[in-house]
Nanobody, 125 residues
Framework: VQLQASGGGLVQSGGSLTLSCAAS????????MGWFRQAPGKEREFVAT????????NYADSIKGRFTISRDNAENTVYLRMNSLKPEDTAIYYC???????????????????WGQGPQVTVSS
């Protein structure tokens, strides 16, 4: 199984980026997907989640109204559209996949079956 994330970079405050995470080696439509992030010196934190059929999304309060998670099951890809970026959004962003039949809260880092690597998002002031 591979989760290949891309789309990070350096952007000015107020700018936008879209992250993509392409999954392979799994039946994508059977997995709930999440985006998490980790800033230097901080623990990994929940950003957004989306259920296997896009029926429900959930967002951290810190990014609500600015970020949008979506997925395309035909393309085995989950996206994170980030608008109105702030310096405090600077972090490494991770996508993660969790089997839809697991019952732990999607907002928790525990219980996810697979994790992607990166990308780095840096927002300058």
């Amino acid at each position: 199984v591979q989760l290949q994330a891309s789309g990070g970079g350096l952007v000015q405050s107020g700018g936008s980026l879209t992250l993509s995470c392409a999954a392979s080696g799994l039946t994508f439509s059977n997995y709930n997907m999440g985006w998490f992030r980790q800033a230097p010196g901080k623990e990994r934190e929940f950003v957004a989640t989306i259920t296997y059929n896009s029926g429900r999304t959930n967002y951290a309060d810190s990014i609500k109204g600015r970020f949008t998670i979506s997925r395309d099951n035909a393309e085995n890809t989950v996206y994170l559209r980030m608008n109105s970026l702030k310096p405090e959004d600077t972090a490494i962003y991770y996508c993660a996949a969790r089997n839809r039949w697991l019952t732990a809260p999607l907002t928790s880092t525990t219980g996810y079956n697979y994790w992607g690597q990166g990308p780095q998002v840096t927002v300058s002031s």
